[in-house]
């Protein structure tokens, strides 16, 4: 059972470079969402979205963009890395929403940048 | 907004002693409240969550939670813990009936289960 499944999981980027983080998920889900993890800090949510061609934004969404094209697939693009996303990042899918359904997490995404 | 928050930020606890580990949360609106685990190098998985009904919550590996309304808490416990237990606890809450579709996260406690 593969679940959720993020590339690359680690990646060391220049100041200025762009790069993509993909996440797929073969459980169907409506629902995925793409979060930051800092020490100190816990999880906080970037984007997410509800269905293939909706995306919205999260606590933090400065400096990423996000599409949804398909059901499976919910890529995370950084146009232009700076030092403090330096961080850990996740992706995450529910069949039914983060209301009061069950997050399934990727495995997570080392990402450098200096 | 909602928000959530987790005072201890490390809990040092010996095996097979009882643990509490301590959720507190902000809302105006009624809330779902969950708890989620983080093993090292791992993502997180769900260990138990409130919806509604009984306030005493069961979830797996022993693990139990209250929901307390009036002191806006849902606490998390285990009678006796184990090595394996070591790993990050996070609380989370989402918005019950509103538009939005977010879970917000707690900073996380780490318990360090010693022998």
């Known amino acids: 059972n593969a679940g959720v499944t993020q590339t690359p999981k680690f990646q060391v980027l220049k100041t200025g470079q762009s790069m993509t983080l993909q996440c797929a998920q073969d459980m169907n889900h409506e629902y995925m969402s793409w979060y930051r993890q800092d020490p100190g800090m816990g999880l906080r949510l970037i984007h997410y979205?509800?269905?293939?061609?909706?995306?919205d934004q999260g606590e933090v969404p400065n400096g990423y963009n996000v599409s949804r094209s398909t059901t499976e697939d919910f890529p995370l693009r950084l146009l232009s890395a700076a030092p403090s996303q330096t961080s850990v990042y996740f992706c995450?899918?529910?069949?039914?929403?983060?209301?009061?359904?069950?997050?399934?997490f990727g495995e997570g995404s080392r990402l450098t940048v200096l | 907004a909602q928000s959530v928050t987790q005072l201890d930020s490390q809990v040092p606890v010996f095996e097979e002693a009882p643990v509490e580990l301590r959720c507190n949360y902000s809302s105006s609106v009624s809330v779902y409240l969950f708890w989620y685990v983080q093993y090292p190098n791992q993502g997180l998985q769900l260990l138990l969550k409130y919806l509604s009904g009984s306030t005493l919550v069961k979830g797996i590996n022993g693990f139990e939670a209250e929901f307390n309304k009036s002191q806006t808490s849902f606490h998390l416990r285990k009678p006796s813990v184990h090595i394996s237990d070591t790993a990050e606890y996070f609380c989370?809450?989402?918005?019950?009936?509103?538009?939005?579709?977010?879970?917000?996260f707690g900073t996380g406690t780490l318990l360090a289960v010693q022998p």
């Open positions: 995450a899918s529910s069949s039914g929403g983060a209301r009061t359904g069950e997050l399934f």
């Open positions: 979205s509800v269905g293939a061609g909706i995306t």
């Open positions: 989370a809450v989402s918005v019950y009936g509103g538009a939005t579709n977010k879970l917000i």
